[in-house]
């Protein structure tokens, strides 16, 4: 972060200072959310709603994180911690974010959105920025109203890139996120179903996505998905000159001789208007071509070569945790943990390359029901259901019950679909019941994937069959 005075930040934001000993008391660290990790920073402690409707409250430790060296508390509610004190702390943490972008001065700052991927292709620009200089980019998928303007403090005046995930809950997000970082690269991949419950239709999910590329400047420039018509058509929402991307034959970035190899991992031609490369990527997936081509348009306008970037872009044996991890146990079996969260085209991407990766072998998926989906909830969980039949999954285990109500419902659809489509599926409770189930039906050799909305318990799942006993502590790379 830019050191900043206490003093300073308060002016900034418009706050007042409380049992502040020294006015002038450096704050050099980013804030943070964790009381444990707020040592010459500011703790910022929030009252966040769980699903099931309960909540967090991290203000009972704004006294742990000043003994573990936190300067102040970015705080709402006074406390006996010396504190700056603001009327709202969400819209206080995008005001001081503004100010240190504009401080910046030597920082290009790129904003990537879409339905599906972002945190994927925000990974692998990091990767190949980080050839061009000294770059900072969103952790997992910090992306919201309060993961931007956290993650945009973590840069300092020696950032020459800043790679932003924006996520949006509603119409006009993505304007107010993007009017705090004032991106001046935009990167759209797509525009998928999820959130349409919030939205009502993918037009109403494109005309938000499409508010970052009208942020850009006329000397910016924005990226998007040539082969996704609806972020095609975001050209014309821009002042900002726009490099397509994809299979197209139009794109000026270019997938071309795409194949997947026995292990699933994607080959192609990387084609620009200064030469062609072959890329070999190793992680895990078809779907990850995109992600690769918009991250390349990204680092060739840093002015990276084509052969720079074809060679960085195989580099990258992994991303974000949860995203197509693929571990090779001991005993011979793989786990795909693809777990973080789920929407439905990201669903299908996973059994694609589940399908892709079994060359003979026996796969199994077990997945969660998809939140936020509306209205679309019951044919998307159907459809689901049906794809896993067609790909000829070996087995289905859906995991549905008490620990997450609100998935329920979704969960019994995919898997009563998949059934009356011919697929061998179980629905179970839990994550617990579905580790029951896993024991007693995979065999060496086998592939089992994970993938569910967060709140399935998955991710707790996969961590579990990594570390059972028989299971190796590296991951497969290749």
């Not at 200089?133 to 910090?142: E, I, Q, S």
């Not at 399908?355 to 969980?381: F, P, Q, W, Y």
Request: glycine fraction near 10%; aromatic fraction near 2%.
């Amino acid at each position: 972060m830019i050191p900043m005075s206490l003093q300073d930040i308060a002016s900034v934001v418009g706050g007042r200072l409380h049992n502040v000993p020294d006015l002038g008391a450096l704050v050099t660290a980013p804030p943070t959310l964790d009381p444990g990790e707020s040592s010459h920073g500011l703790f910022v402690p929030l009252v966040l709603e769980r699903p099931d409707g309960s909540r967090a409250d991290s203000h009972p430790f704004a006294a742990l994180a000043v003994r573990s060296g936190a300067v102040a508390v970015l705080t709402e509610h006074p406390a006996e911690e010396p504190a700056v004190v603001v009327p709202d702390v969400q819209a206080t943490l995008g005001v001081l974010a503004a100010h240190l972008v504009g401080r910046l001065s030597k920082t290009m700052v790129i904003c990537v959105t879409g339905s599906s991927g972002k945190t994927s292709t925000k990974d692998l620009t990091a990767h190949l920025l980080g050839y061009a200089g000294p770059t900072v980019a969103t952790h997992r998928n910090f992306n919201d109203r309060i993961g931007l303007p956290l993650t945009i403090t973590m840069a300092d005046a020696s950032t020459r890139y800043l790679v932003l995930e924006v996520a949006h809950h509603g119409p006009g997000d993505i304007r107010y996120l993007a009017g705090i970082a004032r991106p001046t690269v935009g990167a759209v991949l797509n525009v998928g179903t999820a959130h349409i419950g919030r939205f009502g239709s993918k037009q109403a999910i494109a005309q938000a996505k499409g508010e970052l590329v009208e942020s850009l400047p006329a000397d910016g420039l924005a990226v998007l998905n040539a082969d996704d018509p609806l972020v095609r058509g975001m050209a014309d929402r821009t002042k900002a000159p726009v490099v397509l991307v994809g299979r197209a034959p139009d794109a000026e970035v270019r997938a071309e001789d795409v194949r997947l190899d026995r292990s699933g991992r994607a080959h192609f031609t990387l084609c620009t208007p200064e030469g062609r490369a072959p890329v070999t990527l190793r992680l895990f997936g078809e779907h990850f071509v995109t992600n690769a081509l918009t991250a390349a348009a990204i680092a060739r306008h840093a002015g990276l070569s084509v052969d720079r970037i074809a060679a960085a872009l195989g580099e990258v044996k992994a991303v974000t945790p949860g995203r197509m991890e693929v571990f090779e146990r001991q005993d011979g079996v793989t786990i795909i943990d693809d777990a973080f969260n789920a929407a439905p085209e990201a669903v299908r991407a996973s059994l694609t390359a589940l399908a892709a990766m079994a060359n003979g072998r026996d796969t199994i998926a077990v997945l969660g029901g998809m939140h936020k989906l509306g209205d679309a909830s019951k044919e998307a969980h159907a459809e689901i259901g049906r794809m896993v039949a067609e790909l000829g999954i070996s087995a289905l285990i859906v995991v549905g019950g008490p620990e997450a109500p609100w998935l329920e419902e979704g969960a019994r659809w995919l898997e009563e679909s998949a059934r009356s489509h011919g697929a061998d599926s179980v629905l179970v409770p839990s994550r617990q019941q579905a580790r029951k189930m896993l024991h007693m039906l995979v065999e060496p050799g086998d592939l089992v994937l994970l993938k569910g909305a967060r709140d399935a318990g998955l991710q707790q799942l996969a961590q579990e069959l990594r570390n059972d006993a028989t299971a190796s502590a590296q991951p497969s790379v290749g």
